[in-house]
Nanobody
Framework: QEHLVESGGGSVQAGGSLRLSCAAS??????MSWFRQAPGKEREGVAA????????YYADSVKGRFSISQDRGQTTVYLQMNSLKPEDTAMYYC????????????????????WGQGTQVTVSS
């Protein structure tokens, strides 16, 4: 059963914008995040949100360009991506965990129980 479903990926030119969505179902998640993985590279944390405290976390590479948010029902998390660069090209994954805390940094994939299937983002120069 899929608990996380991503949508919103696509192809844009550099400088463009995209908004990714991650819809959660069947589980109440306390921490939700976005990761990305480019071919030949490790999966990296992009942004995260604690759905209870609304604490936000961003990778240095996306600060000021990306914004993570959640809807009022706390069932959907969004990643607004502005001023996109070719180096943002990757498969983007939604990750979430029902526990409010984990013994890992927010950007560690080990801290999340559930993962979506991913949505491709391609930025051309």
């Amino acid at each position: 059963q899929e608990h996380l479903v991503e949508s919103g990926g696509g192809s844009v030119q550099a400088g463009g914008s995209l908004r990714l969505s991650c819809a959660a179902s069947g589980v109440t998640y306390k921490r939700m995040s976005w990761f990305r993985q480019a071919p030949g590279k490790e999966r990296e944390g992009v942004a995260a949100i604690n759905t209870s405290s609304d604490s936000l976390y961003y990778a240095d590479s996306v600060k000021g360009r990306f914004s993570i948010s959640q809807d009022r029902g706390q069932t959907t998390v969004y990643l607004q991506m502005n001023s996109l660069k070719p180096e943002d090209t990757a498969m983007y994954y939604c990750a979430a965990d029902p526990l409010p805390w984990a013994p890992y940094a927010w950007y560690s994939p080990l801290g999340y129980k559930d993962w979506g299937q991913g949505t491709q983002v391609t930025v051309s120069s």
